[in-house]
């Protein structure tokens, strides 16, 4: 009896044990195909530079999404369906431009052009452009200090990332609602455009676009972003109380709603095939550069975790769908749309994890889940050792995985390393070269490693 | 009683959180001061661009060494000395090239030039070169296998980096001994060249240099690294067995042995001032770029831990000497020396980190110290989980503090991402426009903050 009892005990460490071993054996195997393969190189490339910036709406997006009902083919799905949703269509419209006129220190005009993007859902200022002087806020508290000022101005958000958060999401967060209500709250007051400084911490002068949310009830305006170096310019002539005067050229307009979809390809399980575990990323992408960080790299990634099963032969228990999300970018409509045809067709959704947080190289994820699934997952964790994805937080998961919260569905995202990422994000430099390829096959290892133990084991 | 007893059992879990409290405030004193300021930037720029490749024994060593002085001095050494030590004087004497002749499919003669960069410490073909022809062998096995056939000829070796090893550091150990002795035993059958398949892990064609290694009793032959899309068309002859001639042009030289210097900054320590805390990078590089990863990154992050540590007003308990190694590339002799007179004058070292991984994004540290040393370590774990530098793990921490071992000096070296490392390595890609000074500074961060506590602590 005593020998049976201390076998009764041992024996599930012993399982446990064997159980580790064999997934230790198996992610190794995932890691050695992924790296070796050129399948996510190609993909990224022919996604990036034979498609291009993709937003919803334009060609390019109809382009991605035949590309990637064929990428998921080519990759084993067992089928792949074509997820239709109503998208927003915002066009750029033509090409944004901007400068401002001011007298220098011995009274002669000058004219400087700035280097600038009209935001996402603005509108335009049409051909003939607005033009006024242009007002310096540092924030909110300084907009309303100011807000008797603002009539017939157009207004200049200052607002600089602050360098001292480590993770770089944390400064985009904290500044991320001037550019999505930053043109209502000053068009309250009265003025009739806005620009603001671009939402990086990268020198150099690219701007970076990015969606804006008017409010109805208030006048509509135009707005845009510019790059750092003329940021630099406009603080010189500011902090010298010199009189500013801005014209501003947008095109961008909002069509109706358009068709698009979310293209999902499915590995039916074996076990439980009416539960269902999602991995995804999102197709579309601003224009103005190739998507390539944001998010070709979890779209490709996405596509990489089917590849690396099928090509191991792994025989799902649960149905796996791999899902290229539709609009994250302008109204994350498609992610809506498969958690409401989700919830309507009663489905099990037990997992759904996101990458869409750039290529860079990977660092762990963030799981939004009960305590008691993290206890589970945490065990886990030695197998991410190798792969430098063993960085497990507590946090929200994603844009187009989190409509799934609805179902109650545990989910996670990847989190790659985030120091670059919004050197990049939404402006003209988010390009294939951009992407470290070896970077972004390390976190779609990780990807599959998540997938599979979530698979094999369950999170009950 | 009882009560007391409670209390005694609390107190210290009391005082221990009250610390972690104050040290966690003061590491983000010292985040916040490194990545707000411009002084790294500066260093790194200005070692870079105005001093820039400094091989042991050349004049940009000798103006790295002032600047060096120069910049512990800014950054608020109590004193800072020049400790002497005599260093190999390798020149690369002229610009190193190399093509192929091979005829064609049509039988026409082809020449194509070769991107190559003579090996470290080797010696020159002379300006009449080597021609002879070309045998590729895939490893040491292969060698021995065609021992017969290589008199005379030039050997290629084409022993590429190993992609499914996960740390990159582990591909480069694995295949640097092909780099350290391959002439060697290459010549020892006859061969009268060598050339090799760089060092590295990227596509594109730069060649990567480093130390080579003869063994006395061989004849010298000279040796060069080449590009590998080099590689690839050498390949893609020996692939359609077709003959192939090489000349090599190279013109090292080895000259008599030359005096350089570590440069040392220090902190007297306020309470055991006898004992010393070293912090370094080393401040030679090779001479085809601007020695920016290797080492520019760890020399500024070793003054930049001086720096805001003075910024802070820190009173150190113990001495801390921030030193700039002489001569990490081709002999080590700097470090060497550092430990010969540390033990010669019975001094005691109590801790050594080392930064000479590169500028990445830093992921934690390797530790080689004793079991209970790390015990105590790990307890500092989560003060470094907001600055991504809490993977610890036991290995070596470096090829200079290393030295530090013959007096028993614990040690740990600073591990930042190593995916990109080898794209850059010892080639003339490792500039300033390589470093992400923001993932630079989040090292100097981490480093810090370990100096702080072992300081504040010890390790006893």
């Given amino acids: 009896m005593k020998n049976f009892f201390l076998a009764a005990l041992l024996f599930p460490v012993i399982i446990s044990a064997q159980n580790m071993n064999d ?38 997006m109809y382009r991605a999404e035949q590309w990637g009902i064929n990428a998921l083919k080519e990759a084993g799905a067992d089928n792949v369906t074509m997820q239709q949703c109503m998208v927003p269509h915002w066009v750029r419209g033509g090409q944004d431009k901007a400068f401002i ?42 907009l309303e200090a100011k807000k008797n000022e603002l009539k017939g101005k157009i207004i200049f958000y200052n607002v600089p990332f602050d360098d001292t958060l480590i993770n770089t999401f944390n400064a985009y967060e904290k500044n991320v609602v001037y550019r ?19 939402m990086t911490n990268t020198p150099g002068n690219y701007p970076h676009t990015g969606s804006l949310h008017y409010t109805d009830s208030i006048n509509k305006i135009p707005a845009a972003a510019m790059g750092l170096y003329d940021v630099q310019k406009l603080d010189s002539l500011f902090d010298n109380n010199i009189t500013v005067t801005a014209s501003l050229f947008t095109y961008g307009m909002m069509l109706p709603d358009t068709i698009a979809h979310n293209i999902i390809g499915e590995l039916k399980g074996s076990e439980h095939p009416e ?47 791999f899902v290229l999300f539709a609009n994250e970018e302008n109204g994350t409509r498609g992610a809506k749309k498969y958690a409401e045809e989700a919830k309507k067709n009663n489905e099990q959704h037990i997992f759904a994890l996101e990458s869409d947080a750039g290529g860079f190289t990977p660092r762990g994820f963030s799981f939004d889940c009960s305590d008691t699934i ?54 003209a430099t988010d390009v294939f070269e951009n992407v470290d390829i070896r970077e972004m096959k390390l976190g779609a290892v990780n990807m599959a490693a998540l997938i599979y133990l979530v698979d094999k084991y369950g999170l009950q």
């Fill in 23 to 60: 997934d230790s054996l198996f992610i190794h195997k995932i890691a050695a195909d992924i790296l070796s393969s050129n399948a996510s190189y190609n993909n990224l490339h022919y996604l990036t530079k034979n498609i291009g910036g993709r937003l919803s709406g334009s060609p390019q």
């Fill in 101 to 142: 006129v001011y007298n220098d220190e011995k009274g002669k005009q000058q004219k400087y052009w700035l280097n600038i993007l009209a935001l996402g859902n603005s509108i335009g200022s049409g051909a003939n452009g607005v033009q006024a002087s242009l007002i310096r806020v540092n924030n909110f508290d300084d």
């Fill in 180 to 198: 999505g209500i930053g043109a209502s709250r000053a068009a309250k007051y009265g003025a009739v455009a806005m620009m603001m400084r671009s």
């Fill in 275 to 321: 539960q269902i575990i999602t991995v995804g990323g999102h197709l579309d992408s601003w224009d103005p550069a190739e998507g390539a960080n944001d998010d070709g790299t979890g779209v490709v990634q996405t596509i990489e975790v089917l590849r690396v099963l099928k090509a191991l032969n792994y025989q799902p228990k649960h149905t796996i769908q």
């Fill in 374 to 427: 993290m206890q589970k997952i945490n065990a886990w964790k030695p197998l991410f050792i190798p792969y430098y994805g063993e960085r497990f937080e507590r946090g929200e998961a994603g844009a187009d995985v989190g409509y799934l919260k609805g179902l109650n569905t545990p989910q996670a995202g990847l989190n790659p390393d985030n120091q670059r990422y919004f050197y990049i994000h939404h402006a």
